[in-house]
């Protein structure tokens, strides 16, 4: 059995050595790690003892869904009967202390798990419908919306666009495309698109292997997202052993994994297709949409909010 490891010092640790060793040390904190009780990856579950749910309860993700819910209270006080498509159900937690038991409305989620809308019809009240297309977002036909949520969801989407993707042999659209529909969705009712992405470039301007590919998931997954976790194991008097035990596994599993990836042989290996907040601007003008607010949702700068509108 592993000695248990420290692992707000671990880190500590790894982040003081240069930049160039810092893979090698991600690579020896794996190897120090518990390993997992079971398999489960990146979201294939959704239950309330999955990875997914204890990630929902960290604190970069409440953070995210407080401000997702600040905005999306209002308008659905001011248009009863709302719309909303969200881009990616998870376990519905967005909706919880969200919707009120006399709202009447409907809610599309867009999710290619079977389960991906069971989350959020176990949360909405009888007056709130709630549909699932079972499909990727590139594949989706939008509904005309009130609002469009999508956390955390563009960033497995690989490139700008699909010139960008075909550049490199990839088939099919991008994030462009995406932010598209999503205009064309909340045009017609003055609506709202609520993005909340990490503040990291890693898309297909760097190719495999590149060491600032290495370097930028690092950044985000490990000096930010790690630490973040690490923070909370330390503080958070409200997260019994099992949530702890599945922040550590998220840590392993997810973050310190993904800097692996970095070295994966073809762009099409790779999970993660981030933007920083410049791109993620300058896309979002190219799909027509204004920036009405924005910001970051957590104290590490790690998630950052666009509140969009469909621009004149």
């Not at 079971?38 to 309860?57: C, I, K, M």
């Not at 881009?87 to 009120?100: E, M, N, S, Y």
């Not at 462009?176 to 890693?202: K, Q, W």
């Not at 204004?290 to 909010?305: A, C, G, I, N, P």
């Amino acid at each position: 059995m592993l000695p248990p490891v420290d692992l707000g010092a671990a880190l500590r640790a790894l982040l003081i050595l240069p930049r160039a060793e810092q893979p090698h040390a991600v690579r020896a904190l794996l190897a120090r790690l518990p390993p997992p009780a079971a398999e489960e990856p990146w979201n294939t579950a959704f239950g309330p003892d999955s990875l997914y749910h204890a990630f929902t309860r960290c604190s970069v993700a409440r953070g995210l869904h407080g401000a997702n819910r600040a905005v999306l209270r209002p308008l659905f006080d001011a248009r009863p009967g709302f719309r909303v498509v969200e881009v990616g159900g998870g376990d519905g937690t967005l909706w919880a202390g969200l919707l009120r038991p006399d709202d009447t409305g409907e809610i599309v989620v867009v999710d290619p798990h079977p389960d991906g809308a069971a989350g959020v019809r176990r949360l909405a009240p009888p007056g709130v419908r709630v549909h699932h297309l079972v499909v990727p977002v590139q594949d989706a036909a939008l509904p005309e919306a009130d609002a469009v949520v999508c956390s955390l969801v563009l960033h497995h989407v690989a490139g700008a666009d699909a010139a960008a993707r075909a550049a490199v042999g990839l088939a099919g659209t991008g994030k462009a495309e995406a932010l598209a529909a999503f205009r064309a969705a909340i045009a017609p009712r003055d609506g709202r698109v609520l993005l909340n992405e990490a503040d990291v470039y890693c898309d297909l301007g760097l190719a495999p292997g590149d060491p600032v590919l290495t370097d930028r998931l690092l950044d985000s997954y490990v000096r930010r997202f790690s630490v973040s976790l690490a923070h909370d194991l330390a503080t958070r008097t409200d997260a019994d052993a099992a949530l702890r035990a599945r922040w550590t596994a998220i840590v392993r599993d997810w973050s310190l994994a993904q800097v692996g990836l970095a070295g994966a042989a073809a762009y099409a290996d790779r999970d993660v297709y981030e933007l920083d907040v410049v791109s993620w601007l300058g896309l979002v003008g190219r799909a027509g949409l204004t920036v009405v607010e924005r910001r970051f949702t957590d104290r590490w700068l790690l998630f950052h909010q666009y509140v969009l509108s469909a621009g004149a």
